[in-house]
Each structure stands twice: as C-alpha cells, then as structure tokens.
C-alpha cells in the first residue's frame, strides 16, 4: 500500500483489503496486514478507526503498529490516541463481559 496522506489509502487497495478485513473475525487480522509497511499499517488503522463501522478493525490493526507507526502517518495526539487505546481494549472487552449473565428467557403462552 503506498503511502498517501494521513487516514487516507488508494481506492483499489482499500477496496480489496477492507472487504478482507471486514470479514474476517478480529483475531484473523493481524495475518491480513503482516506484509505491510509499518507505515501503511499506521495508515491503515487511523483510515479504518476514523469510520465507525470500521472502528473495531481499526483498534485491532493498531494493536500491532508500535507508537511511531502511529504517529508518522497522522497528528502526534491522534496517533497517541490510538496507540493507548489499542493497547487498552483487550481489558474493555473482557471487563464487558465478566460478570455478565445471560438474560432468561420467557415466552408468551398462548391461551385456548
């Protein structure tokens, strides 16, 4: 993916890789973004974090970019930003659902 302006990728890259990586499972994408530049995999995680149905993806991206990647390709405070809030959403996730039970249940009963 070559390097374009900050949050921003070609079309034809995008199009291809973002259809992967949004159906792919969260754990599945560290392997599609593997071959990229740290750059690009910078790029890529503040491209997809800045579309809210591409958020998640964005986070998960992030999570393998060191701090730098991060930055170079966006603001120092964006990049900050999600590189704290990569490395924080695993302990979200889990803190979601610890504690949580499943709501029972009822069914209408239909009377003769």
């Known amino acids: ?6 949050g921003t990728a ?7 890789l973002i259809g992967r990586l949004y159906e792919a499972p ?13 750059r690009d995999c910078g790029e890529l995680a503040l491209y997809c974090y800045g579309r809210a149905h591409l958020r998640d993806i964005g986070l998960a991206i ?3 970019c060191d701090r730098d990647s991060l930055i170079a390709p966006g603001s120092a405070a964006a990049g ?5 809030l990569s490395r924080e ?10 504690g949580t039970r499943r709501a029972k249940i009822s069914l209408a009963t239909i009377s003769s």
């Open 89 to 98: 959403a695993p302990q979200v996730v889990e803190q979601l659902f610890v």
């Open 62 to 64: 992030a999570a393998s």
């Open 26 to 38: 969260l754990h599945g994408i560290h392997p599609l973004v593997s071959g990229l530049s740290p």
């Open 10 to 16: 070609p079309q034809s890259v995008l199009d291809s």
């Open 1 to 6: 993916m070559p390097s374009t302006s900050a």
């Open 80 to 84: 900050n930003s999600l590189f704290e």
